[in-house]
């Protein structure tokens, strides 16, 4: 069996990108999914957001690696306990189906066969 290579995901934002303006464009990515709108279609998410995603995420490609997570710009405990929040101020810890994801993963799938068919092989 062979070994394959792969990364934890988190990855620094590009230096023209203020963390700032990224967590507020992925916050609007995040409730423009959730209200069935595509954030790809938005000028400050996309230029703030989806392309930083796209962008790292074909760095990491590049980078040889076999497996390649999705970059994570922004904070995972926030990522995951906006979420929770969110149910708990409905008085439950159940997350609503239509709210547990990632916007990363979303951008990446929406953007796959374009990456596939760039890189000439299936994303792992």
């Not at 690696?65 to 439950?92: C, R, T, W």
């Not at 796959?112 to 792992?124: L, M, P, Q, T």
């Amino acid at each position: 069996m062979d070994t394959l290579v792969d990364d934890i995901g988190s990855f620094p934002l590009p230096a023209h990108i203020k963390r700032e303006t990224y967590a507020e464009a992925y916050e609007l990515a995040r409730e423009a999914i959730i209200n069935g709108e595509d954030p790809l279609k938005d000028e400050f998410t996309l230029q703030n957001f989806c392309s930083v995603v796209i962008d790292s995420f074909r760095t990491k490609i590049r980078s040889g690696l076999d497996v390649i997570n999705f970059p994570q710009h922004y904070s995972g405990i926030k990522q995951v306990g906006d979420a929770i929040h969110a149910a708990m101020e409905k008085g439950s810890f159940v997350v609503d189906q239509e709210r547990a994801f990632l916007p990363e993963i979303y951008v990446i799938n929406q953007e796959a066969k374009r990456i596939n068919e760039e890189f000439d092989k299936k994303i792992k």
